[in-house]
Structure formats: C-alpha cells, structure tokens
T-cell receptor, first 109, second 113 residues
Framework: RKEVEQDPGPFNVPEGATVAFNCTYS??????FFWYRQDCRKEPKLLMS???SGNEDGRFTAQLNRASQYISLLIRDSKLSDSATYLC??????????FGTGTRLKVLA | NAGVTQTPKFQVLKTGQSMTLQCAQD?????MSWYRQDPGMGLRLIHY???????DQGEVPNGYNVSRSTTEDFPLRLLSAAPSQTSVYFC????????????FGPGTRLTVT
C-alpha cells in the first residue's frame, strides 16, 4: 500500500461547481499535511496547510480526519484557472515529506 | 528575488555519461532538497541538506551525489547516467523553521538514452 494515495482523476467539472478531493495516508504517526498545486509542466506550489480543526482560504477548504487517516480539499465556485493537478503532501518526520501522485482537475467553460 | 533557479531546463545524456544539475536560491533558506518526478510515482526525495556542509539521503539516493558548500547552491551530480534516471528533477528550498513550505525551482527535464 502506498504511503499517500490520491485518485488520479481527472475530475471534470463545470465552472461554478463545487469539487472535493480526498487523500489517504497510511502512517498514523504523520504529523503535518499540505496541499500543493501543480500546473502542467510547471513546478509544484504550496496551496495550503491542513490543520486539525480544518481551515479555509477563500474558496478553498482543507480538512483532516485523523481517525480515518485522510485529508480533503474542497473547492467552491470553481474557476477555469483552478484547472491543475493537486498534490497531497504528508509529513512523517522532521524532514520526511511524502507526496501523493496528484489529482487532476479540469474546470470546463 | 529570483527564488529557486535550476539549470539546465532540458538535457539529453547517453548512458554512462555524468553531469551536474545546478540549483541556486537567493532567499537565504537553510533547507534545500532534490526531488525527481515520474509518471504515477509522485515526487520522491533524492537528497536534502539542512545547511552548508550538511547533506543526507532521501528516499532514492542511489546514483546521485550532492554537496552544499554554500547556503545558496545545492548541485546534484549524476555519476553514471542510466535510462532509469530519465525524469523531471526539481530542487526546492525552505526555511528550517517552516520546512514544509517549500519553494520549488522550474525543474530540469532529463532524458538518458
């Protein structure tokens, strides 16, 4: 079983829709969680950290479920510019960050 | 600030050749790392450094060497290129106090024939 798993997608959604992705992790001792965004043939960029109580940044909401060992990302009112691959990242130690393979989102006009 | 820069952007090597991928950052970040990204595999950590003169192995270090003589530079050396090293290589840096917030360079696309 992979340490971090994501549905590769693609998730095809119309503009204005709400879409959610999940990411599961296998190491119950994992301590930190993040979502990165990667545009086609570009470098990953940090989108947001994920806190135990859940957190929101504009149209984006991230949540952590430690009991079931998954994190989620919710995007409301999708824009064309949200089309990208979303990478889940799990930190299990001081310098060990495991990247998921990503979930591809296409927002359609 | 230029952020994290990488050279070259593209490279084709023959099996057995060696080369160095360059990475530099101008943000005075203590932590730097090298990842490779392959289809269906996600980014995998090759080597990392927590400061000048200190390096350590990541998940997939075999076939690669690194050194960190200055805070700014963190080159990755391929000793004897193999087709299995065909990949996209990303360098990243961050402050030690906020290691997870990594800034990535634009990547080097390497093909080994």
């Amino acid at each position: 079983r992979k340490e971090v798993e994501q549905d590769p997608g693609p998730f095809n959604v119309p503009e204005g829709a709400t879409v959610a992705f999940n990411c599961t992790y296998s190491n119950s001792a994992s301590q930190s969680f993040f979502w990165y965004r990667q545009d086609c043939r570009k470098e990953p960029k940090l989108l947001m950290s994920v806190y135990s109580s859940g957190n929101e940044d504009g149209r984006f909401t991230a949540q952590l479920n430690r009991a079931s060992q998954y994190i989620s990302l919710l995007i409301r009112d999708s824009k064309l510019s949200d089309s990208a691959t979303y990478l889940c990242v799990v930190g299990s130690g001081t310098y060990k960050y495991i990247f998921g393979t990503g979930t591809r989102l296409k927002v359609l006009a | 600030n230029a952020g994290v820069t990488q050279t070259p952007k593209f490279q084709v090597l023959k099996t057995g050749q060696s080369m160095t991928l360059q990475c530099a950052q101008d943000m005075n970040h203590e932590y730097m790392s090298w990842y490779r990204q392959d289809p269906g595999m996600g980014l995998r950590l090759i080597h990392y450094s927590v400061g000048a003169g200190i390096t350590d192995q990541g998940e997939v270090p075999n076939g690669y060497n690194v050194s960190r003589s200055t805070t700014e530079d963190f080159p990755l050396r391929l000793l004897s290129a193999a087709p299995s090293q065909t990949s996209v290589y990303f360098c990243a840096s961050s402050y030690s106090r906020d290691r997870a917030k990594q800034y990535f360079g634009p990547g080097t696309r390497l093909t080994v024939t």
